[in-house]
């Protein structure tokens, strides 16, 4: 809590814009881009409303609520911390979203290489990706963006808004960097860590190792 | 040759590959080509013991090291600047494999909606103009309507359903039902009803609560099959009606 | 009974409790009662959830938020405030519209069919789609192609364009072809639990960007 003093009326009005994006962040199930936000409030302007959306994310962050601004798949939205994560499934009483460890690595491959074919998904996991595109498309985490013209007009496909919401990105290029090939060393172990926290957490994923 | 293998369902042959080249420590640089073969057709051998099927993906890989090997066993082949080395062939797929696996693993770490973290859940306001194909409803139409029914069986027995001349417009009656809300918060689906004396004056309450439902102010809830319609604003209960200051 | 714990255990258990609550209330679609609480969180009385419920409800009074904490028929319910409605239901306004799983099937049916005339698609679904039609003809994504030289000259469906928009393909020629469809499989290891919330957010629902 810091200042109070004047209240100005520029204070005012950034403080009612403030809650009412708020408001407007509660009430969606969505996340909401600066667009969406101020085509409900069309006196404002974008520079404003992102203004106060950073000064939301600074101020839930200084309360220390359950619940924090995050800035996802190119907008805002309100969500709980993870350290609540085992209360709210058990009140939600469903189970976790689960990705298997195939379907993450073909997620991984399609969200570096997009546009991909599904034969050059399958060129390199060195498998079959059927089912698992099938499971990928049908969560709405990965999209057909079109067809390539070769042969067989193959279907390509690309990740979805959903994915950079449900992995907690803002955008494509938000993504973490790939690391260079040459990179690479015979440590492995330390290049691929393996969560500790996920095994307890009960994700489904196999380790393999 | 000393090794186990433990009976593991590995994602394909790249998979197999790369645990086969973690467990021996080995450089993915410099692969010793025939003891991973070795490995790796054991890992075959092992399960066709078990009967398990063996996916083409896999023997199209013990093809390939075997192709390898025999090429580093002719003299000079590897030594040769000129030429490439033949592990290449499983090299540069085995490195990009693991790059992703890697992102793979960055991915499962991240704070994961539904998972680790959950956004709010609104219930959605019904938002189409003109049908009723969609309602966002915990109860139907029909339901709603059959309700409607008994309790102008119960309330006029006997009364013919004709329309008489009308006192009360939907939008008296559509403030009415908001001023209820405002004041309780909830009430039951009947209370509504409790001052209609005319069937025409039942009808408007009922028109002026679908339209309260169609606009999104109004949940109706019914807990069980058997229990009261129970009517809760779906905004907050000091508005609903969206045009106060 | 007494209280055992010492003050400043039962601050700080509180305090968690409370945030603990929030978190529940916030991931809720409906009201929770003290119950419903108490069964996420089994070491508690319902008499400390209960008092924590109205600690919530004053601090988030005090803290002028634009939302409050209400006591309904079911429980409680986070709730923004009623002067924000306004604006809460211009957001909504524009927020992306949801298909029924009929009127999702319909769809597609016409999607892959067209052109197509309404018994066909009757004959198809075994139910009338009279109301689904009319329904996706007001939301675009049906259009009346023209009329077919039968008896009583029925009309004839087909896609337009924001069926495109909306589904993010590029031409109707990127819609996946139902052999491809089957090609996917079925991959039995991948049949991972989806969250409730998933299946509200998943594949039924169009995207509008």
């Given at each position: 809590m810091k200042r109070v003093e004047t209240v100005t009326n520029h204070n005012i009005m950034s403080k009612s814009l403030k809650l009412i994006i708020e408001a407007l962040l509660f009430a969606s199930d969505r996340?909401?881009?600066?667009?969406?936000?101020?085509?409900?409030?069309?006196?404002?302007?974008?520079?404003?409303?992102?203004?106060?959306?950073?000064?939301l994310q600074t101020e839930y962050d200084g309360l220390k609520r359950s619940f924090v601004l995050r800035e996802v798949a190119q907008g805002f939205q309100l969500r709980t911390r993870s350290e609540y994560a085992p209360y709210v499934l058990r009140m939600l009483k469903t189970s976790p979203t689960r990705l298997s460890r195939a379907a993450l690595e073909t997620l991984a491959i399609i969200a570096y290489k997009q546009p991909i074919l599904r034969q050059e998904i399958e060129r390199l996991r060195g498998v079959d990706v059927g089912g698992i595109l099938r499971t990928l498309l049908e969560k709405d985490l990965v999209r057909i963006m079109g067809r390539k013209n070769l042969p067989g007009r193959p279907l390509i496909y690309g990740t979805t808004k959903k994915f950079l919401a449900v992995f907690d990105l803002k955008d494509l290029g938000s993504l973490p960097k790939l690391k260079e090939i040459k990179e690479f060393g015979s440590d492995e172990e330390e290049t691929i860590p393996i969560s500790e926290e996920e095994t307890q957490m009960g994700t489904s994923e196999p380790k393999n190792d | 040759m000393d090794y186990e293998v433990k009976l593991e369902i590995f994602e394909g042959p790249l998979d197999l590959l790369l645990h086969l080249i973690n467990k021996n420590e080995v450089d993915i640089f410099d692969i010793p080509i025939a003891t991973i073969t070795d490995q790796y057709l054991g890992y075959l051998e092992l399960m066709k013991t078990f009967n398990i099927n063996v996916a083409g993906d896999f023997l199209v890989m013990a093809s390939t090291l075997i192709h390898i090997k025999s090429k580093m066993l002719l003299p000079g082949s590897h030594e040769d600047d000129e030429e490439e080395d033949p592990r290449a062939e499983i090299m540069r797929p085995l490195l990009e494999y693991m790059q992703f696996k890697e992102m793979a693993e960055a991915f499962s770490e991240r704070e994961i909606l539904d998972r680790d973290v959950f956004a709010r859940t609104v219930i959605p306001y019904s938002q189409d103009g003109v049908t009723g194909e969609e309602p966002e409803l915990d109860v139907s139409l029909f339901q709603l309507i059959d309700a409607f029914k008994r309790i102008v069986d119960q309330r006029l027995p006997g009364t013919k359903l004709t329309v008489q001349h009308e006192q009360w417009s939907v939008?008296?009656?559509?403030?009415?039902?908001?001023?209820?809300?405002?004041?309780?918060?909830?009430?039951?689906f009947r209370e509504i009803f409790s001052e209609d004396r005319t069937v025409s004056e039942f009808?408007?309450?009922?028109?002026?609560?679908?339209?309260?439902?169609?606009?999104?102010?109004?949940?109706?809830l019914q807990p069980t099959s058997e229990g009261d319609i129970r009517l809760i604003p779906s905004f907050d209960e000091k508005g609903g009606n969206g045009n106060e200051s």
């Open positions: 996340p909401l881009n600066v667009r969406e936000i101020n085509a409900c409030l069309p006196d404002e302007t974008g520079s404003k409303i992102t203004q106060a959306l950073y000064e | 939008k008296d009656k559509t403030e009415l039902i908001i001023a209820r809300l405002k004041e309780k918060g909830a009430i039951f009808i408007v309450t009922f028109l002026a609560l679908l339209e309260l439902v169609h606009m999104g102010l109004v949940k109706v």
